[in-house]
């Protein structure tokens, strides 16, 4: 059946005429080509497809064109328009990004300063992670420490996570500032036998 039987006259008066329109033809790129078409007639002001309601709106200048001829030449260009396939939604393929682009983007990601600071704490938290992991297995040799005080093996437990987490922190400055130049840090060097004397003498037996 021809697209223009679907066209149906829904109200009409003086210089303007609205239709009730196929659904088919209410989507963007039909609409937009149905509506550049129609005001492309002489003596057309406005047009204007509703595609919700499935209404298409028309104000002419009967003066100019009267109800006939803009219907006369609607029907043309339906006519063309289905024949050329224009009253057919035109959908955008979407882009496939090649291999090579998707490399691209992801090197750019990686070297984003956000990227690079969530997989360095990611990174920290693997490593005290597996620090705990070692730690952990070793205190379990000695369960003899945690029945007979649970409160020292606990607190011995946190002093070894918190001395690999300095020690992982301050490594960098050790092996390039720290130790080219003891006297100059002399005082983190204090600081760090201080730490370390604090943590023996807490595993110094109670008696």
Not at 67 to 79: C, D, E, P, S
Not at 96 to 104: D, H
Request: glycine share 4%; net charge positive.
């Amino acid at each position: 059946m021809a697209i223009q039987k679907e066209f149906v006259v829904r109200y009409r008066a003086v210089g303007h005429v609205r239709f009730q329109v196929p659904a088919h033809v209410c989507t963007p790129s039909v609409a937009a080509a149905i509506e550049k078409g129609i005001a492309a007639i002489a003596g057309v002001s406005s047009v204007r497809c509703f595609s919700p309601q499935r209404k298409l709106s028309i104000r002419f200048d009967e003066r100019v064109c009267s109800f006939k001829q803009l219907a006369t030449q609607m029907v043309a260009l339906l006519a063309m328009l289905e024949r050329q396939g224009g009253l057919v939604e035109k959908v955008t393929p979407t882009s496939v990004l090649s291999p090579q682009l998707l490399a691209k983007v992801g090197d750019r990601f990686k070297n984003l300063k956000a990227s690079r600071w969530v997989k360095g704490k990611y990174s920290d938290a693997k490593e005290t992670v597996q620090a705990a992991k070692v730690i952990t297995k070793l205190g379990m040799k000695r369960p003899g420490n945690f029945v007979q005080d649970p409160e020292k093996a606990v607190i011995d437990f946190l002093n070894d996570i918190l001395v690999l987490y300095l020690i992982k922190m301050h490594w960098k400055h050790v092996v390039k500032l720290w130790l080219p130049n003891p006297f100059k840090y002399r005082y983190e060097w204090l600081t760090v036998f201080y730490l370390f004397y604090l943590l023996m003498r807490s595993r110094k037996p109670v008696q």
